[in-house]
């Protein structure tokens, strides 16, 4: 065999060029530490400049390459000038992962919270940070990209992309979109720039975060009634710790997953295979 195709060569980040949206979130945050694990050069992008640079300090602690770069995922001007810092300081973008995002309570519908209290302000404000927060930073990073014919855009999908969950109809939705985004613009990319540019989304299973925990566990760390019921439709009884997204993004944005493009890959325990009987 080549060494070309060593799983050390195939797994390889080394001298890529990453760039994290939501890198200061537990997610985001963890699939940054894998990506500077596996050598490749790491921006945190995030609103928080200081969470940002805790973040990139951090992962340099762990011999890694890393630099902040506050931005805005809904800001274009932002993120074109995090664009140029960024290709002034390490001159290409290789990768990028598309983590920002997440629910927004008012556009869920729980409590005396019914589907005809649901206002356009929410929708907008779910979809806005979630899908409009996934197309900017692909347009901005990605032409350079496209102009280089070569990279890969990871998007983060979720559960409710493709089974619908009660209470979150504004994320869902936003999620849904995401997916079929991921899939048209593989297809646009590679059609238009070369198959050198990839487009994939991660879609994670439960896990536990800033967002979601008091939904899902007491302070007693007892679970919640609607976090009983995830456990009990998730095959392995048990939410996922974010390290368990590492090896799915360090194979996406690698060598080794080279002819895939397109793909929305479940990181959920068997939570989608489970048919509930």
């Known amino acids: ?11 390889s980040l080394k001298g890529k060029v990453a760039v994290v949206t939501g890198g200061t979130g537990v997610l985001g945050g963890a699939m940054a530490r894998g990506l500077a694990a596996a050598g490749a050069k790491v921006a945190i992008l995030g609103r928080r400049a200081e969470k940002a640079a805790q973040v990139a300090e951090a992962l340099r602690g762990e011999g890694g390459e890393a630099m902040a770069l506050p ?3 809904l800001n274009k001007e932002e993120l074109e000038q995090a664009r140029e810092t960024l290709l002034g300081r390490w001159g290409m973008v290789d990768i ?10 008012e556009a869920t519908v729980v409590g005396d919270r019914t589907f005809f209290d649901l206002t356009e302000e929410a929708w907008d404000q779910v979809m806005a940070l979630n899908l409009t927060g996934t197309l900017l930073p692909s347009q901005v990073f990605g032409k350079v990209m496209a102009d280089n014919r070569t990279g890969v855009i ?3 999908s979720s559960m409710t992309a493709s089974r619908p969950l009660t209470r979150a109809v504004g994320y869902g939705a936003a999620k849904s ?9 593989a297809v646009e990319l590679v059609n238009k ?5 990839r487009v994939n989304a991660i879609a994670p299973g439960f896990f536990l975060g800033e967002q979601n925990r008091d939904f899902l ?3 007693d760390e007892s679970l919640t009634p609607r976090g009983q019921t995830i456990i009990d439709h998730t095959p392995m009884k048990r939410f996922g710790e974010p390290e368990e997204l590492i090896g799915t993004a360090v194979w996406l944005c690698s060598d080794a997953a080279r002819f895939v493009t397109g793909i929305v890959v479940p990181v959920d325990g068997g939570f989608m295979a489970f048919g509930g009987v």
Do not use: H, Q
């Open 217 to 219: 566990i007491n302070s």
């Open 96 to 105: 990028l992962i598309n983590a920002a995002g997440g629910a927004v309570a």
């Open 1 to 11: 065999m080549s060494s070309e195709y060593a799983p050390e060569n195939l797994f």
């Open 177 to 185: 979109a995401i997916d079929n985004l991921t899939k048209w613009l």
């Open 193 to 197: 720039y070369g198959p050198g540019l």
């Open 154 to 156: 990871v998007n983060i």
């Open 71 to 73: 931005a805005d995922v």
